[in-house]
C-alpha cells in the first residue's frame, strides 16, 4: 500500500543492502555540509576566544571576544549540531527503514528556512549587531541585538521544526507502507525520541524568542526577564537533550557498525529512552538555581527528583553498550579475564576509537559534573563560573560533537559514496581530540572551582583569584590548541574524502580494522559482561567521591557560626 | 481487521505495544515538561510582588 501517488528513486547499499530513498540522500548531504561550514566558522572563533581566555596570550580586546563568543556559541551549539541532526534524522527514517520521503519539497523547504536563519545571525553577529551571546537574555538584548539576529534563530527553528515533522510524516508512511517488520529498529527509536524532545525545544525558542523580535521592530515596549528566561531554557536545555538522545543513538549504531552484535536487552535500552521522554526536560531548571521569584519546590522537584530518573536513562546506556560491546567480544573467544575482550577491542578504527572516547569524556568529566552542579546547594558556588562551559564542554563536544564527527567517517563511503582519505588521520583525531577537549573542560572546571567566572574577557578587572588559576587558564589554552589541530584534522579528512576523488562504491562498513562476524549463540548459551560491571562499580564510585567533595568543598566555602 | 492481523498483533507483547505508540510518549512528554516546568515556574513568576 502506498500513501501518496508519487514515485521515489532509490539505489541499494552494496554493503548494507539498505534502499536508499534519493531524495533523503541528498538531503542528508545538504545538511551535514551546512554543519560542516557551522563546525569549521565555531571552530575558528573558539581557537580564538581560548586564546583570549589563556591570559598569558590574552589575544582579542573584549568588544571581539564578546562577538566571537557570540558566534562561537550560535554555530557550534545550533547550527552545528542541529544540521547534523536533521541529516541524522534523515537517515534515521528512511535508509534505516528501507522507505522513502514522502514529501522531498518539505525537506528542501526546512532546509532553506534554516539556511536563511543562519546566515542572517552569522552576519548580524560577525558585523557586531547582536552582541548578546547564545542566550540573548533580557533586558540586554534591548539597544544590542538586530531584529535579524532574533529572526535568523526563529525561521532557524520553524525549518527545524518542519524537517521534525517530516521525520514523523516518514516513520508514520514508513509503518503503513510496511517497509519495515515489528518495532522500529532502536537505533530509530533513539532519533525518534530526539524528535519528540525536539518538538518540545523547537516550540519553546519559537515562544520564547518571538517577544524580543517584536520589541526589537517596536510592536511591544518591554519583554518581561524572568518570563524569557523561562521559555529560553525550555528550548536551550533541551536542544541539548536532542543531543543526548541522537547521540545515544549514534553510540549504539557505531558499536554495531565497528564491534559488532546486538543490545543486550533491547527493552531495557528502549526503557531508558522512554526515561528521557518523560524527565529530561525538567533538568531545564538547573539554569534558574539562582533566580529570584520561584520557589524552593520547584527548583528542586525538577532538578533533582524529576531530573534523576533521567539520568538513571543514561546510567542504562553507559551499562548497555560497553555490554553489548563485552557479549560480542566474548563471543568471539576473547574471554580472558576481566578485560582481554577490552584490549582486542578495534582501537584503531575510527568509529570505534570516537565512540569510546565520546562515552569516557561524555560521562567521566561531562555527566558526573553537571549532576553535581545541578544540585542547588553546589550551585550556588558553581553558577556562571567556567565551571559551567567546562562542564557542557566535555558533554556536548567530548561527547555529541566527537559521536558525530566519528559517524560522519561511515557517512562519507556509505552516502557520499567516497573513498575516506587520510585514514591515518581520522584513526587519530578521536583521540587527539578527545585529549584536547578534555584539558579544555578540566582547566575551565578547576578555573570555575577556583572563582573564575565565564564570559570575561579579562579576570584581572573581576576579582582577587588565587595564582593557581593562571595554571588552569593556561591548561585551557594549551588544550584549546590541541583540540583546534585535531579538528582541522576531522576536517581536511572530510573535506578532501567529500570534494576530490571519484565516486566509489563501498566495499565494506569498516575503515581500518574490520572484525570477525560475531558467532551466533549457542541455544540457552549466557555469557555475562562482568567486565563491564566492573567498569561500571569504578565509574559509581568515582561519582560518588566527586560528589561528596563539593558538598565537603561547599562547606568550606561558608562556615556558618 | 483479518483474522491473521489479529493473531499477529496477540504475539507482540504488551509492553512492545506500548514502547511502539510515538505518539502518546510525544503527548505525554509535552504534558509533563510544560505542567512541571513552564506551568509552575510562571505561576511561582506571577506570585512573585514587583520590587517596589
Ligand atoms: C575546539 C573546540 C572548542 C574550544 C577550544 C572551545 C572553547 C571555548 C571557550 C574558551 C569558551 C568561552 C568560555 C567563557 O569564557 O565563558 C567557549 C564557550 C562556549 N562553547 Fe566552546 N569550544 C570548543 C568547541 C565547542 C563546541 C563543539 C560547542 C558546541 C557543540 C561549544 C559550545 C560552546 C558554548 C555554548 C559556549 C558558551 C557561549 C556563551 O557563553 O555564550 N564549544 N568555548
Ligand atoms: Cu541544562
Redesign the interface.
Known amino acids: 500500500m502506498t500513501l501518496t501517488s508519487e514515485r521515489a528513486e532509490y539505489r541499494v547499499c552494496p554493503v548494507t543492502q539498505f534502499k536508499v530513498d534519493l531524495q533523503s540522500e541528498a538531503l542528508i548531504k545538504v545538511n551535514a555540509v551546512a554543519a560542516v561550514v557551522a563546525l569549521t566558522i565555531g571552530g575558528i572563533a573558539a581557537i580564538l576566544i581560548a586564546l583570549t581566555r589563556w591570559e598569558a596570550v590574552g589575544l582579542l580586546p573584549p568588544e571581539w571576544f564578546y562577538r566571537l563568543l557570540t558566534v562561537h556559541g550560535t554555530n557550534m551549539l545550533i547550527f552545528w549540531i542541529v544540521f547534523f541532526e536533521m541529516a541524522g534524522l534523515y537517515f534515521g527514517a528512511t535508509i534505516l527503514l528501507d522507505a522513502r520521503l514522502p514529501k522531498p519539497a518539505v525537506g528542501w523547504l526546512a532546509f532553506g528556512l534554516m539556511v536563511v536563519g543562519a546566515l542572517f545571525v552569522e552576519i548580524t553577529a560577525l558585523t557586531g549587531n547582536s552582541t548578546v551571546m547564545f542566550t540573548a537574555y533580557e533586558p540586554l538584548g534591548s539597544n544590542e541585538a538586530s531584529p535579524l539576529f532574533y529572526l535568523g534563530l526563529i525561521l532557524f527553528a520553524v525549518g527545524a521544526l518542519v524537517a521534525v515533522g517530516l521525520f514523523f510524516a516518514t516513520v508514520v508512511m514508513a509503518r503503513v507502507e510496511k517497509t519495515y517488520e515489528g518495532s522500529l529498529p532502536l537505533v530509530t527509536y533513539g532519533l525518534v525520541v530526539a524528535a519528540i524532545i525536539a518538538t518540545y525545544t523547537l516550540l519553546s525558542g519559537a515562544v520564547a524568542l518571538v517577544p524580543p523580535f517584536l520589541r526589537t521592530i517596536g510592536i511591544i515596549e518591554h519583554v518581561d526577564p524572568a518570563f524569557y528566561r523561562n521559555f529560553f531554557w525550555s528550548f536551550g536545555h533541551p536542544a541539548q537533550q536532542i543531543n543526548l538522545a541522537a547521540m545515544v543513538a549514534i553510540w549504539y549504531a557505531m558499536g554495531v557498525m565497528t564491534v559488532g552484535g546486538s543490545p543486550v536487552s533491547e527493552k531495557l535500552s528502549r526503557f531508558a529512552f522512554i526515561l528521557y521522554v518523560l524527565f529530561i526536560n525538567l533538568g531545564s531548571a538547573h539554569h534558574l538555581l539562582v533566580d529570584p521569584g520561584l520557589s524552593f519546590g520547584f527548583k528542586t522537584f525538577n532538578t533533582s527528583y524529576g531530573m534523576y530518573l533521567a539520568v538513571l536513562g543514561s546510567m542504562i546506556h553507559a551499562f548497555s553498550i560497553p555490554a553489548m560491546l563485552e557479549v560480542a567480544q566474548r563471543r568471539r573467544g576473547f574471554t580472558n579475564g576481566l578485560f582481554e575482550w577490552l584490549r582486542k577491542l578495534p582501537w584503531r578504527e575510527p568509529g570505534f576509537a570516537a565512540l569510546a572516547v565520546s562515552m569516557f569524556v561524555f560521562g567521566w568529566i561531562g555527566g558526573v559534573t553537571g549532576v553535581t552542579m545541578g544540585t542547588e546547594q553546589i550551585d550556588m558556588v558553581a553558577h556562571n563560573t567556567l565551571r559551567v562551559p567546562g562542564h557542557f564542554h566535555a558533554a556536548v563536544v567530548g561527547g555529541t560533537t566527537l559521536a558525530f564527527m566519528g559517524f560522519t567517517y561511515y557517512v562519507i563511503p556509505l552516502v557520499f559514496r567516497k573513498r575516506v582519505k587520510f585514514l591515518k588521520l581520522a584513526t587519530w583525531q578521536p583521540y587527539l581530540f578527545g585529549l584536547g577537549i578534555s584539558l579544555v573542560a578540566v582547566g575551565m572546571i578547576t578555573a570555575g572551582i577556583q572563582g573564575v567566572p565565564r564570559r570575561t574577557a579579562d579576570i584581572d578587572v573581576v576579582r582577587e583569584v588565587p595564582g593557581t588559576v593562571h595554571l588552569s587558564l593556561a591548561v585551557v589554552g594549551i588544550g584549546a590548541l590541541i583540540a583546534f589541530t585535531a579538528l582541522c584534522m576531522y576536517l581536511a579528512v572530510v573535506l578532501a574524502s567529500v570534494f576530490t576523488g571519484p565516486r566509489v562504491e563501498a566495499t565494506s562498513l569498516a575503515l581500518v580494522q574490520p572484525m570477525e562476524p560475531v558467532p551466533a549463540a549457542a541455544e540457552g548459551s549466557h555469557v555475562a559482561p562482568k567486565g563491564t560491571f566492573v567498569i561500571v562499580l569504578v565509574f559509581l564510585a568515582f561519582f560518588a567521591a566527586f560528589y561528596l567533595a563539593n558538598w565537603w568543598m561547599l562547606g568550606r566555602t561558608w562556615f556558618v557560626s | 481487521m483479518d483474522d491473521e492481523k489479529v493473531e499477529e498483533e496477540r504475539r ?1 507483547p504488551v ?2 505495544i506500548v ?2 505508540e ?2 502518546l ?2 503527548l ?3 504534558v ?3 505542567a ?3 506551568v ?3 505561576f ?2 506571577m506570585r ?1 510582588p514587583p520590587a517596589p
Open positions: 507482540i509492553g512492545q514502547f511502539d510515538i505518539f510518549w510525544l505525554i512528554s509535552i509533563i515538561s510544560v512541571f516546568y513552564n509552575w515556574g510562571l511561582d513568576l512573585t
